[in-house]
């Protein structure tokens, strides 16, 4: 059973260019969420989605988009890259319902800004 | 969600139990207390979660006080695999089809020493 899959698993653009990460959950899961991870630090929260839609966001401005495909997939854009911007990216997957208290995360995928 | 707080960092000798606080003052009474795990440069892992009762798994124990203002995380044997960033965190569950989102803070950095 193959966990959270994330690609790529290393990038690097520059300031001002646009990226998009991709996200395949956990078999069975159907939530899908999306952590930023800058050095040192704890994961933030960006967005989550569900139903194809956006359910919960975090404190990140507009240029960070998301999109939730029928086959519960995810993909996390990001318009006018910031030196800030650079981090790692994490994707996590939950499941339905009352049963869904763990959130399995993938192995991110490490963006750098330059 | 809760604020939590942890020591920044801890050493424990390999074999021996690692016991990690957490200081959950502000916890409502339908916050889980939910530990997860940060090996270096890979995503986070669930290992345990609890609301008032003490919980066991095959990867640890989770003491709570009874105030529920206070949890410990119990390695019973740290291994060398276990040197890891620890996060303590106050999270409510929802039956709906989405889970809310998880705040992570600076956690612990637990070093298991030969």
């Known amino acids: 059973d193959a966990g959270v899959t994330q690609s790529p698993t290393h990038l690097i653009k520059t300031r001002g260019q646009q990226v998009t990460l991709r996200c395949s959950p956990k078999s069975g899961h159907d939530t899908v969420s999306w952590y930023q991870q800058a050095l040192g630090q704890g994961p933030q929260f960006i967005f989550q989605?569900?139903?194809?839609?956006?359910?919960q966001r975090g404190n990140f401005p507009d240029r960070f988009s998301g999109h939730q495909f029928p086959n519960y997939s995810s993909e996390l854009n990001v318009n006018a890259l910031l030196l800030g911007d650079s981090a790692l990216y994490l994707c996590a997957s939950s499941g339905l319902g009352r049963g869904s208290y763990e959130q399995y995360f993938g192995p991110g995928t490490r963006l750098t800004v330059t | 969600d809760a604020k939590t707080t942890q020591p920044p960092s801890m050493d424990c000798a390999e074999g021996r139990a690692a016991n990690l606080p957490c200081n959950h003052s502000t916890i409502s009474g339908n916050e889980y207390v939910y530990w997860y795990r940060q090996i270096h440069s890979q995503g986070p892992q669930y290992i345990i979660h609890?609301?008032?009762n003490n919980e066991t798994n095959e990867m640890a124990s989770l003491i709570i006080t009874e105030d529920r203002k206070s949890s410990t995380l119990i390695l019973p044997h740290a291994t060398l695999r276990d040197t890891a960033v620890y996060y303590c965190i106050a999270h409510e569950l929802i039956s709906s089809g989405s889970a809310r989102q998880l705040t992570f803070g600076s956690g612990t950095q637990l070093t298991v020493l030969p």
């Open positions: 989605y569900y139903e194809e839609e956006e359910r």
């Open positions: 609890g609301l008032k």
